[in-house]
């Protein structure tokens, strides 16, 4: 190596003596100018940076470039900079993408800087693309979050520079899902969707064969290739970086153009050359004579000049070499260059999962990664969905409180390294954080719209109504003060029950209460009792009493109800709460239903008991509903059905973990927060104790069995009166890590149905995607991890069916899982690892919750259901509960002495028109009033084509029915994010070419009619409108709020 150097510097003293002799420096001018050469190969530079928003650094810190010794990125250097480059020469271009930093940096700015940038946008040196708050993950979001996140952005750009994105950019995310290319890019009006990483052999196959730039079609629903919902899709050759030696962040190595001839290195036509070298490795993988070249990475443009420099000279010096044309370029002119160029494109179904970017390194493992997080996020979800309704119904106020605050935390958590769980540990609790000052704040908004929309029309303060309604949000560890608090005489609870469903519901409603008197043991002989109470009702609003039900809340229950609250709420939670008062809601669509939970004062009349044994297992307990019937062992229960009376399922529950590998055999590659590589699995069986501790519960609205497996893993599963699903809610942790390993916690279902190795997993909620075990419809798989490799990101649901039955898994967040043989399904329930898997986050996934005497592992909570059905039968229950699952009724809780408040409020509600409700096939994903005052309306149809025999049919929403007491004035359909008309948008769209045979086409619905305002939706379809009401017609036929 020295005797190289030597050769080299004295080469160059040689060569430097000529040329300073002959040559002096001088100004050079270099040509820039935009141009295609249709018959040479154009290299497109596409500059960009790719800013996560929050990874290993929380989105402030990545913003400001603080905490710099984690790693120098800052990205407000990053578009400061660039936008000094951009000024400086007219011929440069940029791409930005996360409106979560670019809306922060812009609202900083002076009115005479935003003018010079709007120029730069207008002209479109400044492209924004994708457009979204963040690139969010493609796995683990719900798709109506994916939807809300990519409005707000939308929205942001629209209104401050009237631009619409014309490009999906996804270049980081770990996969990509169906519901992306219909929804989050066809359905946006985007011409065309890009990004990295997709599995490893598939991408092989792709470059051998031409195809890493397809026509990409998600649904099968929405129509063939020849039709619309499609989408150009160009995956990248490698990843989102240059090719080697052409990055110029200023740590970078790669060799800088030398054009002044008095440079001892002077190397114009080297590199010249290596570019040509480079452009033409890609063209041979390339189809049409356009290539793209990413020109950036993560955090890069700090100091853009660095860049622009190199790119200014290779422009130039390479297009007077004229082997190549190379021009500054967007996604967006490369995407008409190839629609230019008149091709046919392969076609694309389906999805890109599981992602694997080496034999043994499958990125699974983040389908589950923080569990606790993910379910954090769709819980929040779901309420925001309810919250924006609630501050429609009241009127948005500019002064009192808003859900923006929430929509902003919901936005940034969709982020590719948020709910997908792969961010620091300081990180996940930034978002945390920023969710629960979100939540806060909607928790007042709708404490507020329910207490306007409960107050009566008499009553004497309309405006200010004065109810305070409390709610609880820590339900699901059965912590709620509000329902908590003993009566006091005279005293009774008022609950409130708001339904966001644009349907009726009748469900079970739980809520913890301190029993009133002692519950009431009629006999304790042997370890049967039974737990009622004296005098306590629950009565409907007309005073009419409602079935109820009185039982005990599990141990496990107890302990992390007093150990979460103090953990995060930092109090004691008051231990008089031991039982759960659980009672039926009925409750109209879009509205709410009024109960009231009080002490009659009459002993002998009070609350339906509930029958409970427990103790050691000794013999088989039975419960059953219908013609289902569970039956419970060691190991789990057994989960039965008679479909006919030959033909009975059944289903036996277990749960088991994988060992995650440590990484120290041939392959380095460990378990970790992205990659799941499990090195074995082993049962859970009862631990320390001969028999499971079981508790049977028996009440009139439904049977319940607490067991309790080990220390860790405990469960009580239920199957309500007039219901045929079992619902499971486990308990999971601390997962022990003393022995040293890593452990993924997985729950099994085995039946004895012939599935022949397929199975079924949603895409981010929306459509089911086939999926058959150890195969990938677009190439030979080599299957190395049969494990890792076959598992699925799960929103929704998983199911299987064979000739004579159909199981369905629903869940209630995102979790992985998979059918690894014929008639078995697991889902992955919580992880805790102890390695890190060199994916770059560089921190091990050991989440713990800390109490004053010392941190422990995080302990998971959560539910998922199960149904078994005739085949065909099972999409019914998969879409319309799935909604229920989504959108759980909302509590808010209030106080009244005797008869008081509900003599004096209004206690139901329903915005629709009486008697109206949305078809069983229809959601309504958004009502929401937007600050200039117009309403954003989204109708969503809930099954696919051929889903059901009576439901996957064209149907129909009326808008007059849907806004009860209101004259709607305009109705204009939009993009899904209502930032374009949808005419505009269909008018623009490319229709490209496909190879092979165009698909059938599928009808969707009409264009509205402006008298009748009917919407008519098709399968699978969703539809945007932006409303405006004619103010002199108030909602709900009072005077509006006036905060
Ligand atoms: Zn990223």
């Given amino acids: 190596m020295a005797v190289k150097c030597f050769h080299s510097f004295a080469l160059h003293l040689l060569l430097a003596t000529i040329v300073i002799g002959v040559v002096n420096s001088e100004y050079i001018e270099y040509n820039t100018a935009p141009r295609i050469v249709t018959e040479k190969i154009n290299v497109h530079l596409v500059p960009h940076s790719h800013d996560d928003v929050g990874w290993l650094k929380t989105v402030d810190q990545y913003y400001v470039g603080a905490n710099n010794s984690i790693r120098g990125a800052c990205v407000e250097n990053v578009i400061e900079s660039v936008i000094a480059s951009l000024l400086d020469d007219q011929n440069r271009k940029f791409i930005y993408v996360e409106m979560a930093f670019f809306q922060r940096w812009w609202r900083q700015q002076s009115n005479a800087k935003k003018v010079k940038v709007k120029k730069l946008v207008d002209s479109g040196q400044l492209e924004f693309i994708n457009g979204g708050m963040c690139m969010h993950d493609e796995a683990t979001p719900h ?77 099968k629903s929405l129509g063939s290739s020849s039709q619309v919902k499609t989408i150009f899709t160009g995956i990248f050759p490698r990843h989102y970086d240059p090719p080697d030696g052409f990055t110029f962040e200023i740590n970078d190595v790669s060799p ?73 370029s967007t996604p967006s002119i490369y995407t008409d260059a190839k629609y230019a160029a008149n091709e046919s494109w392969p076609l694309k179904t389906d999805d890109f999962f599981p992602y694997a970017d080496k034999p043994n390194a499958y990125w699974t493992g983040y389908f589950t990664s923080r569990p606790a997080f993910k379910r954090y996020v769709r819980d929040l979800s779901g309420y925001y969905l309810a919250a924006r309704q609630l501050e429609f119904l009241r009127g948005r106020s500019s002064s009192g409180p808003t859900t923006d605050m929430l929509a902003d935390a919901l936005a940034i958590a969709q982020h590719h390294d948020a709910v997908s769980g792969t961010q620091r540990q300081h990180v996940a609790a930034d978002y945390a954080l920023r969710l629960s000052m979100g939540y806060l704040q909607a928790e007042k908004l709708v404490a507020s719209s ?17 109810t305070k309604f409390q709610q609880c949000p820590l339900l699901n560890i ?46 304790e002989a042997l370890t049967l009792s039974l737990v009622s109470s004296e005098n306590v009702i629950v009565k409907d609003a007309s005073g009419k009493e409602v079935v109820s039900q009185i039982l005990p809340l599990s141990d496990i229950t107890l302990r992390i109800r007093k150990e979460y609250v103090k953990a995060y709420l930092g109090r004691s939670p008051k231990d008089t709460a031991k039982h759960v008062l659980a009672f039926i809601a009925s409750v109209p669509p879009l509205g709410f239903s009024s109960y009231v939970i009080s002490d009659t004062g009459r002993t002998g009349r009070g609350l339906s008991a509930s029958y409970v044994t427990s103790g050691s297992l000794n013999q088989d307990v039975e419960v059953s509903q219908g013609n ?49 590589r499990p090195d074995g699995s082993r049962p859970i069986k009862s631990e320390g104790q001969a028999q499971a501790q079981l508790t049977v519960v028996r009440g009139p609205l439904f049977d319940e069995v607490h067991q309790e497996f080990n220390s860790w893993i405990s469960q009580i599963t239920r199957v309500y009166k007039g219901k045929d699903h079992a619902e499971i809610e486990f308990t999971v942790g601390p997962i022990p890590a003393d022995d040293g390993n890593s452990k993924e916690v997985i729950t099994k279902l085995t039946t004895t149905m012939k599935t022949n ?88 996934l050991n989440e713990t919750v800390c109490l004053p005497d010392g941190c422990k592992g995080l302990t998971i909570r959560g539910k998922f259901y199960i149904q078994i059905d005739k085949p065909g039968d099972g999409a019914r229950w998969r879409r319309t509960f799935g909604q229920e699952i989504y959108s759980p009724l909302l509590l808010a809780f209030t106080e009244q002495e005797g008869d008081h ?54 149907t129909k929403v009326e808008l007059k029915k849907l806004f009860n007491n209101k004259k709607i004035s305009k109705v204009k359909e939009t993009s899904l994010t209502g930032n374009q008309e949808k005419a505009e948008m269909e008018k623009r769209r490319l229709i490209w070419k496909v190879e092979g045979s165009a698909g059938e086409e599928v009808k969707r619905g009409e264009a509205v009619d402006e008298e009748e305002l009917v919407v008519e939706l098709a399968p699978m379809e969703i539809r945007t409108f932006l409303i405006r009401f004619d103010d002199h017609n108030e909602m709900v036929g009072e005077e509006r709020a006036t905060t």
Wanted: aromatic share 12%; proline share 3%.
């Fill in 143 to 219: 798709y109506i979050d994916m939807i809300d996140q990519t409005t707000l952005g939308h929205q942001f750009i629209k209104s401050e520079f009237g631009q619409v994105p014309r490009v999906g950019w996804q270049i980081d995310p770990f996969g990509h899902s169906a519901a992306q290319a219909y929804l989050l890019g066809a359905e946006l009006g985007f011409d065309s969707l890009f990004f990295a990483r997709i599995d490893y052999q598939d991408r092989a196959k792709r470059l051998r064969e031409k195809t890493l730039e397809v026509i990409w079609q998600g649904s």
């Fill in 256 to 328: 800088p153009i030398q054009d002044d001839p008095s440079l001892f290195d002077y190397n114009v036509q080297e590199r010249v050359n290596d570019f040509v070298a480079a452009a033409l490795a890609q063209v041979n993988v390339t189809r049409t004579n356009h290539i793209m070249w990413l020109m950036g990475t993560d955090f890069r443009y700090q100091y853009a000049y660095s860049w622009y420099r190199q790119m200014d000279k290779f422009i130039h010096y390479v297009n007077k070499d004229g082997r190549l044309n190379v021009l500054y």
């Fill in 450 to 466: 329910l207490s306007f929309l409960s107050a009566s029309k008499s009553s004497p303060d309309k405006k200010n109504p004065d």
């Fill in 478 to 523: 059965s912590y709620c003060p509000a329902s908590e608090a003993r009566l006091s005489s005279g005293k009774s609870l008022v609950v409130v029950v708001y339904n966001s469903l644009g349907w009726k519901r009748e469900e079970v409603v739980r809520v913890p209460v301190s029993t009133l008197h002692s519950p009431w043991l009629i006999s």
């Fill in 628 to 676: 289902l019937k569970l039956l419970y062992s060691e190991e789990g229960v057994k989960m039965s059905r008679y479909l006919s009376t030959k033909n009975q399922v059944t289903a036996e529950q277990t749960y088991a973990y994988y060992i995650g590998s440590n990484g120290t055999d041939k392959d380095p590659q460990a378990s970790g927060a992205y990659v799941f």
């Fill in 757 to 844: 190795g397929t199975f079924y997993t949603d895409s981010n909620g929306r459509d089911f995607i086939k999926r058959v075990r150890d195969f990938r419809t677009d190439w030979d798989l080599q299957v190395y991890q049969p494990v890792a490799g076959n598992y699925y990101p799960i929103n929704l649901g998983i199911y299987m069916q064979d000739k004579t039955s159909e199981l369905s898994v629903l869940v209630d967040r995102a979790v992985g899982g998979s059918s690894l043989e014929d008639g078995q399904i697991e889902l992955m329930l919580h992880r805790r690892m102890l390695h890190d898997d060199i994916r770059g986050v560089g921190e091990i």
């Fill in 901 to 954: 408040w509900i003599n004096s409020h209004k206690t139901t509600f329903s915005a629709l028109e009486p008697s109206y409700s949305l078809p069983n096939n229809v959601a309504l994903l958004t009502l929401q009033e937007l600050e200039n005052g117009e309403v954003l309306l989204r109708l969503a149809h809930l099954f696919e084509v051929g889903e059901d025999s009576e439901y996957s049919v064209m």
